[in-house]
């Protein structure tokens, strides 16, 4: 008992953790706060450094920001309840694969690292529940 309550905690803890970043990220996108949804008159490329002008071209669909928030809120809220842990991470992890990603390739400074953190205790949340990891991929006829 003791021993299973000392290796949950830190599931819950992460699962926490994971909940809340990713709430907080999909609340930003979309009530409007990551991406620049505003006039692009008057913008030039010489101007703009590369990362805001990543935020610039995401938030040229003011449609799609707002999706890619639901992508990270609703996962984040399966989070908080352990029936739906397994698919809100799985979820997660994939998000969280894209943002770290993205944030490498376009040379995010250290936010970059933050994300691969983030996509790599979502995968944690994932291995945990191995077991049902295996029964998505098992063999049906076995």
């Not at 999706?67 to 029936?83: C, H, K, N, Q, S």
């Not at 739906?84 to 969280?96: E, I, P, Y």
């Amino acid at each position: 008992m003791i021993w299973t309550r000392a290796r949950s905690t830190p599931i819950l803890v992460i699962r926490l953790l994971m909940a809340a970043v990713f709430t907080f990220y999909g609340c930003v996108k979309l009530f409007g706060g990551q991406f620049y949804y505003g006039d692009w008159d008057g913008l030039a490329k010489s101007e703009v450094s590369g990362t805001s002008l990543v935020w610039l071209f995401y938030g040229y669909s003011p449609f799609y920001g707002r999706v890619t928030g639901l992508f990270e809120l609703v996962p984040a809220v399966m989070l908080l309840f352990r029936r739906t842990t397994f698919v809100g991470a799985g979820a997660l992890f994939v998000v969280g694969l894209n943002i770290t990603l993205m944030d490498f390739a376009f040379g995010y400074p250290f936010v970059k690292y933050m994300a691969a953190l983030y996509t790599v205790l979502c995968g944690t949340l994932v291995l945990h529940d191995r077991d049902r990891l295996r029964e998505v991929f098992a063999d049906p006829v076995r």
